[in-house]
Each structure stands twice: as structure tokens, then as C-alpha cells.
């Protein structure tokens, strides 16, 4: 099993830039695939970004690519969505997630389904 923290939310003005972090306890942390989704109140969680076990391979959204990009650090056990260029629209709750049965591709990657553990979540809201 492994626990999530998120951080770094936060108000921010169009254009900004925020980066999220999400620390993770428990079992070996190379051991799963790494997901953000974001989340408003009445909608469905939405896929923002993956990376895989090594870092070595990531996955976004339409939204999100070109403007936001995942990372991860697996000698501090945290991965890390840098968010810029920031809209509006992307005003959500964000949340990380963890995975460890399942593929690094389309459409399984993107599912809340695929992911076995999630963190709090962290709000960001962006000020137009």
C-alpha cells in the first residue's frame, strides 16, 4: 500500500504558474505508474498527466499538453505536475494517484479505474 500527499495548490492569475507535488509513503514507490487528475464540483474526474515507473515516459491530456508537464523524483518518492500558462478553466481540485496492474498506454492510462490509490487532492484556482 502506499499514501499520497498532495501540495502547492493555490490561487493564481491567468497566465501563472504553479507546481504540484505529491509525496508518497509505504511500499516501493518505483513500483507504480503515476497519475494526476483534476476534479470540479458536479463533473467527472478528468485525466491530466501520467508518468511511468522510471520517468522515462509520460502521457497528458489535450488541456494539458504543451503547458503542463510530469515528473517524478523516485529518491525523494515524489512526482510533481508543473503547471503553466495557467486558464481559468483549469481552476479544479487536483489529485494524485497510484498504479501498479496496468499498462502504459491509451485509453487505460487515463481511466480513475486503473489507479488503486489517491492522495487528498490539492485546489488550485486560477483568476482570470
Known amino acids: 500500500q502506499v499514501q499520497l500527499v498532495e501540495s502547492g495548490g493555490g490561487l493564481v492569475q491567468a497566465g501563472g504558474s504553479l507546481r504540484l507535488s505529491c509525496a508518497a509513503s509505504g511500499r516501493a514507490f518505483t513500483n507504480y505508474i503515476m497519475g494526476w487528475f483534476r476534479q470540479t464540483p458536479g463533473k467527472e474526474r478528468e485525466f491530466v498527466a501520467a508518468i511511468n515507473r522510471s520517468g522515462s515516459s509520460t502521457y497528458y491530456s489535450e488541456s494539458a499538453k504543451g503547458r503542463f508537464t510530469v515528473s517524478r523524483d523516485n529518491a525523494k518518492n515524489t512526482v510533481y505536475l508543473q503547471m503553466s500558462s495557467l486558464k481559468p478553466e483549469d481552476t479544479a481540485d487536483y489529485s494524485c494517484?497510484?498504479?501498479?496492474?496496468?499498462?502504459?498506454?491509451?485509453?487505460?492510462?487515463?481511466?480513475?479505474?486503473?489507479?488503486?490509490?489517491w492522495g487528498q487532492g490539492t485546489q488550485v484556482t486560477v483568476s482570470s
Open positions: 494517484a497510484a498504479g501498479t496492474d496496468l499498462p502504459f498506454t491509451w485509453p487505460v492510462l487515463t481511466s480513475p479505474r486503473s489507479y488503486a490509490y
